[in-house]
């Protein structure tokens, strides 16, 4: 397999190889089988599953329906199915200009690194919708690229030259730009609308909080530490109730080479996956600040939270460096009673760990909340076996480390305080009609094999209590006096994603799953306003052997007080569905296609021989009717 095909999760184990792990005497004792979940040490019986919520039987998900929509089946079909009483429409896609002076998508040349700065970017993901004086704007993720088609005008799909290895840079970080209804009723970009603009990794942003200033942030472009350039690997997203949007750099370790491969990074680097290697981005042949032999501390300056004011196309972004430094999938947002924002973040790497911000400030309807994440405590969870938890404090005291050395090394800080390795939390979605919160957990091969990158111990543990994890699951926590700035929680598990057909033990998944809903890999997660949890997968889409009858990745919806899961909607081949959000009016679903053809067997959305192309979706109801 060559570098290009290779996931940033697969470069990760070629670049920090973990060693086996020979003690397996915790992974028997929390062995459990799909119907022992009260019978030993890992015990997770239905009631468990479902604390507070009404018991789940098959009864249960038999009384009533408020999904809206008949369940639609697991296909491998290059397209997007959607339930009868339902239609799509493309809104934009990788490539399509956003700006009047933009020229259309050229297929044959796949355009240059100055048509695709005006251009939207490719792989999309996370995104939200903002509306304010009658205007719609959407801010989208553009994560990376697929290569292969990016550069698929060269004979050998690689750059042939800097303007295509800028082209692909310029692919990446943020698009945003002003949507409108046209006379028939169809979601368009507006072209010539003065919100509109590209975020890249070569735009300038500001880094603020506990770290910035820092002699770990200086480069010399930058000897002040404060100021840096570009967003890029952005995966899951945030929004905030004073109107900005949150974008969340994830793999940025990917990026970064040397010209001598056989320079040595630092041990701090390589907890985060940095190293001297090019994977296939050549970025450091372009820019220096790319190359961590001439500039090491160029990586500690991505891996943050960045704001951006959507409605404000002159504005600074900023980094949040208060929130930590990982890699970052999404950062959900809510407001304690006390006023504090409360922020969780997830660290999508197999064994790393799930997170809380708490801001110092404290939000005003009427005032000023642009610096409300400027300061605040950072926590990271334990999850204990008595399905009790709590949030334990980075802190100077708790770490032994500075609090710019805590945002900076925010993984060995949570290693330090003992938190609970997790299966890849990915997206945390926090419900909007009572306190709880949910975090995806999307797979995890090395636990009870391997340890994480830092060296923690993943053995199975209650919250993922599977060795050898290819299906991944959902928690959930309940904070104490349903106050999300509380030190504890209560917390149990959603669902247990398998496959009932080909597993007859913990591997078939819990009882909420079954033939006609059975999925792998939960990535993106988001409530609607009536408490319906929507669940996009990113997992294997085979189709076969211990995926056998799961087909594309898909987007499914989940009733949390009965606990029943429905399919909603199947990506196209190859594809991972992927960020998701509703007009105002409740009446359009917006939903990211990521990487289809991402093998090379997709040809969406134009068919035929047409390149693939990452975008945006518009799924309505035929009637009109409200969705979400």
């Known amino acids: 397999m060559s570098h290009e095909d290779l996931s940033f999760d697969e470069i990760d184990e070629i670049i920090s190889p973990r060693a086996e792990e020979t003690d397996f005497d915790r992974v028997v004792d929390t062995a459990l089988s799909r119907r022992g979940f009260l019978g030993g040490v890992m015990t997770f019986g239905l009631g468990t599953f479902l604390v507070g919520t009404t018991a789940l039987t098959r009864d249960a998900l038999a009384d009533g329906d408020r999904f809206g929509f008949a369940a639609v089946p697991a296909n491998s079909n290059d397209t997007i199915t959607v339930p009868d009483g339902f239609e799509w429409e493309q809104v934009v896609a990788w490539g399509d200009p956003i700006t009047a002076d933009a020229p259309d998508f050229d297929e044959a040349t796949r355009g240059t690194a100055a048509t695709q700065a005006m251009a939207f970017g490719d792989n999309n993901d996370g995104m939200s919708i903002f509306t304010k004086g009658g205007r719609t704007v959407l801010a989208v993720n553009n994560e990376y690229t697929n290569r292969k088609i990016m550069w698929g005008n060269n004979p050998d799909g690689k750059p042939a030259s800097d303007d295509d290895i800028a082209k692909g840079m310029m692919a990446h970080g943020v698009s945003v730009f002003e949507v409108a209804r046209d006379d028939a009723g169809n979601w368009q970009v507006v072209k010539d609308s003065d919100l509109n603009r590209r975020i890249t990794p070569q735009t300038d942003m500001d880094l603020t909080g506990p770290a910035a200033g820092d002699d770990m942030l200086k480069t010399a472009a930058d000897p002040s530490g404060t100021t840096t350039k570009g967003?890029?690997?952005?995966?899951?997203?945030?929004?905030?109730?004073?109107?900005?949007?949150?974008?969340?750099?994830?793999?940025?370790?990917?990026?970064?080479?040397?010209?001598?491969?056989?320079?040595?990074?630092?041990?701090?680097?390589?907890?985060?996956?940095?190293?001297?290697k090019d994977w296939g981005y050549g970025w450091a042949k372009i820019d220096d600040r790319f190359d961590v032999?001439?500039?090491?501390?160029?990586?500690?300056?991505?891996?943050?939270?960045?704001?951006?004011?959507?409605?404000?196309?002159?504005?600074?972004?900023?980094?949040?460096?208060?929130?930590?430094?990982?890699?970052?999938?999404?950062?959900?947002?809510?407001?304690?009673?006390?006023?504090?924002?409360?922020?969780?973040?997830?660290d999508d790497e197999r064994g790393e760990f799930l997170y809380k911000f708490v801001s110092h400030g404290i939000y005003s309807a009427t005032g000023d909340n642009s610096d409300l994440l400027e300061?605040?405590?950072?926590?990271?969870?334990?999850?204990?076996?008595?399905?009790?938890?709590?949030?334990?404090?980075?802190?100077?005291?708790?770490?032994?480390?500075?609090?710019?050395?805590?945002?900076?090394?925010?993984?060995?800080?949570?290693?330090?305080?003992g938190a609970t390795t997790m299966d890849r939390p990915e997206w945390v979605a926090v419900n909007p009609t009572k306190a709880e919160a949910y975090v995806a957990l999307t797979n995890n091969k090395n636990r009870g094999k391997k340890p994480n990158a830092g060296g923690d111990d993943t053995s199975a543990n209650r919250p993922n209590p599977r060795v050898e994890n290819h299906y991944g699951q959902i928690a959930r926590w309940m904070p104490d006096n349903d106050d999300h700035a509380a030190q504890g929680f209560n917390w149990n598990l959603f669902a247990l994603a398998g496959n009932p057909d080909v597993h007859d033990d913990e591997y078939?998944?819990?009882?909420?799953?079954?033939?006609?809903?059975?999925?792998?890999?939960?990535?993106?997660?988001?409530?609607?306003?009536?408490?319906?949890?929507?669940?996009?997968t990113d997992g294997k889409y085979s189709n076969e052997g211990d995926f056998a009858g799961m087909g594309n990745n898909q987007m499914l919806a989940g009733d949390t007080v009965t606990g029943e899961i429905r399919r909603f909607l199947v990506g196209p081949n190859e594809c991972e569905v992927t960020g998701i959000c509703w007009s105002a009016d409740r009446r359009t679903m917006f939903v990211g296609i990521q990487h289809p053809g991402e093998r090379g067997d997709s040809h969406f959305p134009g068919g035929g021989t047409s390149v693939p192309r990452s975008g945006v979706f518009a799924v309505r109801r035929t009637d009109g009717g409200l969705i979400g």
Request: a negative charge; glycine letters at 10%; charged letters at 20%.
């Open 231 to 276: 967003t890029w690997n952005n995966c899951g997203n945030g929004e905030t109730p004073w109107g900005t949007y949150l974008t969340c750099e994830e793999n940025f370790n990917g990026y970064f080479s040397a010209a001598d491969e056989a320079h040595e990074v630092s041990a701090e680097l390589k907890r985060y996956g940095v190293s001297s």
């Open 293 to 346: 032999a001439k500039n090491p501390n160029e990586p500690n300056r991505a891996g943050y939270v960045v704001e951006i004011d959507p409605f404000d196309p002159t504005s600074t972004p900023k980094k949040r460096t208060a929130l930590g430094r990982f890699k970052h999938e999404n950062a959900a947002v809510v407001l304690a009673p006390s006023g504090h924002a409360v922020v969780y973040l997830g």
């Open 375 to 417: 300061n605040g405590d950072l926590f990271v969870a334990k999850f204990n076996d008595d399905m009790r938890g709590e949030w334990l404090a980075l802190t100077p005291g708790t770490t032994g480390m500075s609090d710019a050395e805590i945002r900076i090394h925010t993984r060995q800080a949570a290693s330090k305080v």
């Open 508 to 536: 078939a998944g819990s009882e909420n799953i079954n033939s006609g809903n059975m999925f792998n890999s939960p990535d993106g997660m988001a409530f609607d306003s009536t408490g319906l949890l929507w669940i996009q």
